[in-house]
């Protein structure tokens, strides 16, 4: 493109075809947090340069703990972010192949509701995996084996739709989210969640006990489903009304893969609006990665600026 680049923004991740890319470049590389990057490209759709509350709901990038990320909540600016809350780490058994496996993170989010139990609850999507494969991946999870740990919101959404037998396999990006968001129907007791506790973290270990009291009483899959998106809803203000109690913020952005859910972002956006909160979500520029280099830009530029102020 016949550019002169004075400074290089990268993402954390070392593996990055960007970040490999740039890996020889004799140039000032600043590295931006993947999720942080997410909230500021719709700050920067939206022209805004203030605090905010930013809920970064996606796949998966690296976080600055080396954990893989993808549930946040951010308090942040264009030049720096905290990380006030998370989705609580769980094992992603097989690395990326979970990603492509979902019934894999399905096992993952029981085992870590139930523990082993849930192997004799005769859950119908196990029965199409061998229990050889199962048994493999229950050890790989005791035995922290090629099992990283995750807080990413999309795949909490694959254990969901692999546990209520949509999607075990995924043919292409976003499969099994895409099923289960397909499947909900909103006329179904609309204001139905399931319960979930938050302190630092967000635990969902007991919405994954009452997914599988639903789908063991015969609840039609649509309204679990339904109850599961609501519940996300939920986690969505509970958690924007506790920063704003302490943290005085009253502004909240959207963003992440997780927010191409059209029910998830309309709802969130209501319910955030009856709370009162001003939000911002995407239109022009795309919530998942389409948008990353965007926030990657505005964040670097705002940290130059304020650089050069000091």
Avoid at 73 to 81: G, H, I, K, R
Avoid at 88 to 117: C, Q
Avoid at 174 to 198: Q, V
Wanted: glycine fraction near 8%; charged fraction near 25%; aromatic fraction near 10%.
């Amino acid at each position: 493109y016949r550019l002169s680049p004075s400074l290089i923004a990268q993402d954390l991740h070392p593996d990055y075809m960007t970040t490999r890319f740039f890996a020889d470049y004799d140039l000032p590389k600043t590295e931006i947090q993947h999720h942080y990057a997410h909230i500021a490209s719709c700050m920067a759709e939206n022209g805004i340069d203030e605090e905010v509350i930013g809920f970064s709901f996606d796949g998966t990038g690296l976080g600055d703990d080396g954990n893989i990320w993808g549930g946040e909540v951010f308090a942040c600016d264009l030049s720096d972010y905290t990380r006030e809350y998370h989705l609580k780490y769980i094992p992603l058994p097989g690395g990326d192949k979970a990603v492509k496996e979902p019934w894999r993170m399905g096992i993952s989010a029981l085992y870590e509701a139930l523990g082993t139990d849930f192997l004799s609850m005769d859950l119908p999507f196990l029965q199409h995996i061998a229990a050889d494969k199962v048994g493999t991946i229950v050890s790989m999870i005791e035995r922290k084996i090629n099992s990283p740990l995750t807080s990413s919101m999309g795949r909490i959404f694959d254990a969901v739709a692999a546990i209520l037998g949509l999607c075990s396999f995924s043919t292409f990006d976003a499969e099994a989210p895409m099923r289960l968001e397909d499947l909900l129907n909103e006329t179904e007791s609309t204001g139905n969640s399931y319960p979930f506790d938050i302190d630092k973290e967000i635990d969902l270990s007991k919405t994954f006990v009452e997914i599988v009291k639903d789908l063991m009483l015969g609840v039609p899959v649509s309204l679990i489903s339904l109850k599961f998106h609501n519940t996300v809803v939920e986690i969505i203000c509970r958690a924007a009304k506790l920063i704003r109690e302490f943290r005085g913020i009253n502004s909240v952005v959207l963003s992440g893969g997780v927010f191409m859910n059209g029910y998830l972002l309309e709802t969130g956006e209501n319910r955030l609006s009856e709370l009162g909160f001003k939000t911002y979500t995407h239109s022009r520029i795309p919530s998942n990665d389409g948008g990353l280099a965007l926030g990657q830009l505005v964040i670097a530029a705002s940290r130059r600026y304020r650089e050069v102020l000091k």
